[in-house]
T-cell receptor, first 115, second 113 residues
C-alpha cells in the first residue's frame, strides 16, 4: 500500500519558534509537495520539489522554507512561527510527470497551532 | 491562469438522495481533472480522475465526466450514504506542470440517516 507519512498529527508551538514538519514517502516518487489547507480557501501550494536538493516556490511561500536532502523525505520549515500560520499542512507526492496518468498521494495532515 | 470553482457548501442530504457537486475549471490546453475526498480528521484520498475530454471517472458509486465544451467535471452519486459525509475537492493539473494540483475550495457534504 502506498504511503505518505507526516511526522505529527497535531503540533502546538509558540510564536517565534522554528518549526519543522517532516514528510516521508515510500513510493520512490520524484515529486513532493507541501500544501496548506484553510476553511473556504481550499488547498494552496507552499513549495514543491522535483528532485533531491531541488525546490520551487508555490503560491504562498512567504514565511516558509523547505529541505529535500533525500528522495523520500521533504521537510517544511517555519523559520519564525506566527499565529497566521496556524493551519492544516498536507504533504503529497507523485511520479515525475511523464504523461497524463499520474496523481498525487497525500499524507494524513499535520494540524499546527501557533500560540 | 488556471483555476477551479466548486459549488459552495455545506450540502446536507438525506440518506439515499441523489448528489451533484458542481465543478468548473479554467485552463489552457488539456488538463487532467480529479476529485479528492477528505474524511474527518484525515488527509486527502483520490476518489476518481479523468485525463481527456469525454472520459468518465468512477469509483465507489461516484461518477464525473470530463466536459471540455462546458469546462466542467461535476461529481454525481445516485444514492448517498451516511459514510459519504466528507469534504470533496475538485482539482486539475496541467501535463507540463509536474503534477502540481490546483484545487477548488472544497464542498462539505453531510448525509443524515
Amino acid at each position: 500500500d502506498v504511503k505518505v507519512t507526516q511526522s505529527s498529527r497535531y503540533l502546538v508551538k509558540r510564536t517565534g519558534e522554528k518549526v519543522f514538519l517532516e514528510c516521508v514517502q515510500d513510493m520512490d516518487h520524484e515529486n513532493m509537495f507541501w500544501y496548506r489547507q484553510d476553511p473556504g480557501l481550499g488547498l494552496r501550494l507552499i513549495y514543491f520539489s522535483y528532485d533531491v536538493k531541488m525546490k520551487e516556490k508555490g503560491d504562498i511561500p512567504e514565511g516558509y522554507s523547505v529541505s529535500r536532502e533525500k528522495k523520500e523525505r521533504f521537510s517544511l520549515i517555519l523559520e519564525s512561527a506566527s499565529t497566521n500560520q496556524t493551519s492544516m499542512y498536507l504533504c503529497a507526492s507523485s511520479l515525475k510527470w511523464g504523461g497524463r496518468r499520474t496523481e498525487a498521494f497525500f499524507g494524513q495532515g499535520t494540524r499546527l497551532t501557533v500560540v | 491562469g488556471n483555476s477551479v470553482t466548486q459549488m459552495e457548501g455545506p450540502v446536507t442530504l438525506s440518506e439515499e438522495a441523489f448528489l451533484t457537486i458542481n465543478c468548473t475549471y479554467t485552463a489552457t490546453g488539456y488538463p487532467s481533472l480529479f476529485w479528492y475526498v477528505q474524511y474527518p480528521g484525515e488527509g486527502l484520498q483520490l476518489l476518481l480522475k479523468a485525463t481527456k475530454a469525454d472520459d468518465k471517472g468512477s469509483n465507489k458509486g461516484f461518477e464525473a465526466t470530463y466536459r471540455k465544451e462546458t469546462t466542467s467535471f461535476h461529481l454525481e452519486k445516485g444514492s448517498v450514504q451516511v459514510s459519504d459525509s466528507a469534504v470533496y475537492f475538485c482539482a486539475l493539473t496541467r501535463y507540463n506542470q509536474g503534477g502540481k494540483l490546483i484545487f477548488g475550495q472544497g464542498t462539505e457534504l453531510s448525509v443524515k440517516p
